[in-house]
């Protein structure tokens, strides 16, 4: 027996969308996390700047000390943008950024509360440290906590009322796919119904791969068919996270699971029945307080982590684009002199979570290179290149245009090497975790390009170096990357 969405408002019919409709509601997260992000830091350093235009620019400065009456409010300049940095690290450290907190608009009030706290104990603490060098004035820094909060709160309005007028909403859902029965499901289910929670939405469930239920899930939840079609079902169904509810199902299967969601890119956690389990590369949280074990989050799924490395895409970006302008007009003529046609050549390649782009190169072989309709990775002597392609492949500089990838946002400065969709049709399959390298932007260098791992080379080896990379990420790893591709002939992809 089932029920409707309108019995149950917090279990919902399954919203079919499609193949891709998963790939599309990850990456329009990604987009409003981001966008929250660049936004809250635009709002505080308004707030700080107004604060400091207050205290130094209106009759204020003749309140407190008597050389505030001589400061240009400008002169705060340093103040705004250190404040701005410590307010956006604290919203960071109590968790602001995710999914749920922008459909938890209580939540994230409470957090902003907190962070304008600390955000004032830090200031005093560091004058009481660091007097008279970087001694603020307190009339300045308690405006700015009320003035940031004020228009943080006001930005917050704004982007969520956007949120619950506009399908945005249904993009930062969670729907979960139950494999199997049990009662900490059954309490998740009940946790979710009677907090009602905006975040989790229940899209079904199965039977455990033996193909029956060691528990029979309640009427209100779907079944939604058989375990061979669960492939199908994450498809039809749009299912963000699939949660293993038996915990008799035989570790073999168990890991074959797991296989198919990362082949289908989508979260897997396991309710437990019990907590005296050690699982390695698992650890404990909490969904709608109830505790699961799954996979532990890596760098870039972490919205600050995120952030950051697409302001120094876009900075790169345009720099590279700029800088490498008069090469790439040079060039261009040297290969349209070779070879009159087309200067550019554009090849559709994987993107993150699977999207199709359009990747620019500078043409470095001949019109006809591919007219015979085979396609296959180029070689070390490929008879097919022009002679002023082979000079611009062995330095990398066909891949100039690439800056322009990644300021339209298809790519990354650094990251996995983009491959030819058709070249790599059944790899999912073949090569364990190989579609785990899709979870993050391709690069125009990246980890396994300067280890020489490009080309014809061993595709494992390569997988292994971008897993790597993934699990690693920093900031300065990038920058390490980005240093010896500068100094290697082996970099760009």
Not at 301 to 327: M, Q, R
């Amino acid at each position: 027996m089932q029920t409707t969405a309108a019995a149950n408002p917090a279990v919902s019919a399954p919203l079919v969308l499609g193949p891709g409709a998963g790939v599309d509601s990850r990456s329009r997260q990604r987009e409003l996390l981001i966008t929250s992000f660049f936004g809250d830091a635009l709002a505080i350093m308004i707030g700080l700047g107004l604060a400091s235009w207050i205290r130094f620019a209106t009759p204020l400065n003749q309140v407190g000390a008597a050389e505030s009456a001589y400061i240009p409010w400008t002169d705060y300049s340093r103040h705004v943008v250190f404040g701005t940095a410590l307010f956006l690290f604290l919203l960071a450290g109590f968790r602001l950024y995710g999914s749920s907190q922008m459909l938890r608009l209580r939540h994230g009030g409470s957090i902003l509360l907190k962070a304008t706290g600390a955000w004032l104990l830090a200031h005093f603490a560091l004058g009481a440290l660091f007097r008279p060098e970087t001694d603020v004035s307190r009339i300045y820094v308690f405006l700015g906590a009320g003035t940031a909060s004020l228009i943080l709160v006001g930005w917050r309005a704004l982007l969520s009322a956007y949120i619950k007028r506009n399908a945005a909403r249904e993009f930062l859902h969670r729907r979960i796919l139950f494999v199997g029965w049990s009662d900490p499901a059954a309490a998740f289910i009940d946790s979710v119904t009677s907090r009602r929670d905006p975040f989790y939405e229940i899209a079904g469930c199965v039977p455990s791969p033996a193909g029956r239920y060691s528990k029979a899930p309640p009427s209100r939840v779907r079944r939604l068919g058989d375990y061979a079609n669960l492939r199908d079902l994450i498809s039809r169904h749009s299912v963000d996270m699939v949660v293993m509810a038996d915990m008799s199902v035989p570790a073999g299967e168990t890991l074959g699971l797991v296989s198919l969601c990362e082949k289908e890119m989508v979260e897997f956690k396991i309710i437990p029945n019990c907590f005296q389990v050690l699982v390695s590369g698992l650890h404990l949280e909490t969904m709608s307080g109830v505790p699961v074990l799954g996979l532990g989050r890596l760098p870039l799924e972490n919205p600050f982590n995120l952030a950051a490395k697409e302001a120094l895409d876009l900075i790169g970006g345009v720099v590279g684009l700029i800088l490498s302008a008069p090469l790439i007009a040079l060039f261009g003529y040297l290969v349209y002199r070779e070879s009159p046609g087309p200067i550019f050549y554009k090849q559709t390649r994987l993107g993150r979570d699977g999207r199709h782009f359009q990747i620019i190169k500078i043409r470095s072989m001949r019109l006809d290179a591919e007219a015979s309709g085979k396609v296959g990775w180029s070689t070390k002597h490929d008879p097919r290149r022009l002679r002023i392609g082979s000079f611009m492949r062995r330095w990398n500089i066909d891949e100039l245009p690439q800056f322009w990838n990644v300021v339209k946002g298809d790519m990354s400065l650094v990251g996995p090497r983009p491959e030819r969709p058709e070249l790599i049709v059944d790899f999912k399959e073949a090569i364990p975790h190989y579609n785990a390298r899709h979870s993050i932007k391709p690069g125009i260098t990246g980890w396994a390009q300067v280890n020489g791992l490009r080309g014809d080379t061993d595709l494992r080896e390569r997988i292994r170096h971008d897993l790597h990379y993934i699990e690693t990420w920093s900031l300065f790893f990038d920058i390490q990357i980005m240093f010896r591709t500068l100094f290697s002939r082996k970099g760009a992809c």
